[in-house]
């Protein structure tokens, strides 16, 4: 008799153990995997079965009750092999990351678009590159883009870490995605019991950290590099100087400057000196720029924490409706009690004069223009 429970406790099913974290080297066909672990557990049954069944033949007949007994019934089996099969599902539904970055550097002015791809990726709800928030342009469960904020110029030359996190705040893993190694080649299986069904079995990945770094962008540098250059030193060997209202004409050559090409609408004629008024004007250049949306588009200063280097502000200081002053967006700085602007210019002549200080010696308002 004690032989025989000896027996019955062999051929006790053991069932793989499960663990609440997710598990990073089984994503893809969970559920499959598992099922099959269960079967072979049942497999396991059967062979224990034998070998006590033959055991017994040597010591004598085997009792059909006991042996029923000892042996796992179809239903429970079933039972256990959905059991496993939901706890997969819940492993399988975590949002995960699992390329890298489209984009791997990008200019501290933020706006270039970068995406990712993975799985679930409709539940991120916040994107933060380098502690700054990143805006989220579209999103669905296999591929999310979102935009590079901007940050100050310091963080030139910077490694910002990218993180991901869901609605309730819960962060968003990264993982590599994962190495297939040829059929045949010994990998050790990460949990007890699992069988994948695969030949090409998948070696575990690790979380990651993705970063993305700060260049600068040639462009923007030319622009500002001008403005810089020629705020009080009037570049008047190139370019013709309009006494007491020169701040729209010096902005335009920013622009140029940038690599802007005239047109029909906006222009300057080195040779007559004709200029259209959107080249000279500000309220001119703020109705030309409002029909080039590919140009550029206008922010408020509720917006602030969109304007980036380069970009081009305009004053209101009368509040008449009309555009009064125009100045280029020389530093951006985002603090943690808001976003401070610095802008240079002619007629007011300036390489780094303050917004709020501007506004609250001037009054008015200040207005946007970001531009591409």
Partial sequence: MAERVEQRELARPRHPRHRAERVRNR??????????????????????GAVAASADDHRGAVDPSTAAAAAPSAPGAS????????????????????????????????GTQITVTGEQLDEVASVVVGGAPATIVAADAGQLTFAVPSVADTALGTAAEVQFADAVGRPIEAEAPATVVAAGTSVVQPLEGE??????PEVPTEPRTLTLTYTSDPGIDAQVGYVLAYWSSYNSAVYPVITGYDCANFASQSLIARGWTMDGGWYLDLGTGAMSPSW??????????YTRP????????????????GDIAQFDWDSSGDR???????????????????????????????????LATGGGAVTYFSIR
Avoid at 27 to 48: D, K, P
Avoid at 294 to 309: I, W, Y
């Fill in 280 to 289: 000279s004007s500000s309220t001119a250049l703020r109705d030309y720029l």
């Fill in 27 to 48: 994503r893809a066909g969970v559920r499959r995997s598992v099922a099959l672990g269960s079967a072979a557990a049942i497999v396991g049954l059967g062979a224990f």
């Fill in 79 to 110: 039972s256990a092999a959905a059991a496993d099969t939901i706890d997969a599902s819940e492993i399988d539904g975590a949002p995960v990351v699992t390329s890298d970055l489209s984009v791997a550097a990008a200019p501290f002015t933020g």
């Fill in 324 to 358: 009064d002053h125009t100045a280029v967006v020389t530093r951006v700085e985002h603090t943690a009690t808001g976003t401070k602007v610095w802008v240079g210019g002619h007629t007011k002549d300036a390489d780094y004069w303050d917004v709020d200080t501007a």
């Fill in 195 to 200: 069988l994948t069904g695969d030949s090409d």
């Fill in 294 to 309: 590919d140009r550029a588009t206008e922010l408020s200063d509720a917006q602030r924490d969109l304007v980036k280097v």
